[in-house]
């Protein structure tokens, strides 16, 4: 019978129906009594609802969770900006570097890297003593050869990556253990050769090309006026 037809499809696939916003409201207004077929087709609604309902529980809390380290993640760029920006010295400007940095950005090593004429790749070119390596030489070049960039700069401010062997000079007795690492691009100004500023991190999934970089991009961007400013004195 064409009845028995029609009832083996729709349960053989509800969605001909669950689909149907008019069938549906009238499946939700109809009683048990009416016949097997709207019992089945009832419960199959009740199942695709319960379905919907943990999708958008699930997605629920990703967004809560996505939003909260999104937050997290701005105050930690604040808080660093406030600390670069803060000293009145050059060396209490590296110490933060040095210092305050890793904690508020849950790093395990912070470099700074300028151009210059005659300088070896990874000298060290700090004040004496602790300081000493929290700022290292690259020679003319050395920003995009590190960064892995052939001819000009690209225009990408962010570089996040694996540590590659090129962190060994860089890194020194730290380079076996950084596993990812966040690459700024300083504007140093006009007539300055370019700068870096380097993340370096144990954690592997730290830093990969998949993320957002406007934060640290905005780091970076505060970070070359901080050093245009001690650069000008």
């Known amino acids: 019978m064409v009845k028995d037809v029609v009832r083996r499809s729709i349960l053989a696939d509800p969605s001909?129906?669950?689909?149907?916003?008019?069938?549906?409201?009238?499946?939700?207004?109809?009683?048990?009594?009416?016949?097997r077929?709207?019992?089945?087709?009832r419960g199959a609604l009740i199942e695709r609802l319960e379905g919907k309902l943990d999708q958008l529980?699930?997605?629920?809390?990703?967004?809560?969770?996505?939003a909260y380290e999104n937050l997290a993640g701005t105050h930690q760029i604040h808080r660093a900006v406030l600390t670069v920006l803060a000293p009145s010295t050059f060396e209490d400007f590296l110490r933060a570097?040095?210092?305050d940095l890793p904690?508020?950005?849950?790093?395990?090593?912070i470099k700074l890297c300028f151009e210059g004429d005659g300088v070896r790749a990874g000298q060290a070119l700090g004040p004496e003593g602790a300081l000493h390596r929290t700022v290292l030489g690259l020679p003319k070049g050395g920003s995009a050869a590190y960064c892995g960039e052939n001819g000009e700069t690209e225009t990408n401010r962010v570089i996040l990556r694996r540590a590659t062997r090129a962190g060994s000079l860089i890194y020194r007795n730290q380079a076996s253990t950084i596993m990812s690492e966040a690459i700024l691009k300083l504007d140093l100004g006009a007539g300055r050769l370019p700068?870096?500023?380097?993340?370096?991190?144990?954690?592997a999934s730290r830093f990969h090309s998949e993320q957002g970089t406007d934060l640290l991009s905005f780091l970076g961007a505060a970070f070359g006026l901080a050093m245009q400013r001690w650069l000008a004195e």
């Open 16 to 35: 001909m129906v669950l689909d149907d916003r008019d069938m549906i409201k009238a499946l939700i207004g109809a009683n048990a009594d009416m016949g």
């Open 37 to 41: 077929n709207v019992v089945d087709l």
């Open 57 to 66: 529980e699930v997605t629920h809390r990703d967004v809560v969770a996505a």
């Open 97 to 99: 570097v040095a210092v």
């Open 103 to 109: 904690g508020i950005m849950t790093l395990d090593a």
């Open 195 to 203: 700068g870096l500023l380097i993340f370096g991190s144990r954690d």
